[in-house]
């Protein structure tokens, strides 16, 4: 079972900065699409942006010239940058990863736990 470890939520005034990061905690055979989702308050979890194996990025429209993801396929590991946060950016932030534990395995969809994110003067 693969895991994924986020760190990096917290409390940031509106046009600051936050930066979130998620690994891999066990040896996976092959990660291919990773990306981050959101859930605000009483929404359901929405794609905010996605990266493949091979650095092609998808943006959800409300987050274009504001966040950045980028990853490092060698520590298996996502990251998300946010700047100019705003307060309709609050919301649970949750990493996602496409992966195979095996060469036999089904690719699957695994989630970590969850940061809060909370933009607010």
């Known amino acids: 079972q693969v895991q994924l470890v986020e760190s990096g939520g917290g409390l940031v005034q509106p046009g600051g900065s936050l930066r979130l990061s998620c690994a891999a905690s066990r040896s996976i055979f092959g990660i291919g699409i990773m990306g981050w989702y959101r859930q605000g308050p009483g929404k359901q979890r929405d794609l905010v942006a996605a990266i493949s194996s091979g650095g092609s990025t998808n943006y959800a429209d409300s987050v274009k010239g504001r966040f950045t993801i980028s990853r490092d396929n060698a520590k298996n590991t996502v990251s998300l940058q946010m700047n100019s946060l705003k307060p309709e950016d609050t919301a649970v932030y949750y990493c996602?990863?496409?992966?195979?534990?095996?060469?036999?395995?089904?690719?699957?969809?695994?989630w970590g736990q969850g940061t809060q994110v909370t933009v607010s003067s």
């Open positions: 996602n990863a496409n992966a195979k534990t095996s060469w036999s395995s089904a690719w699957s969809d695994y």
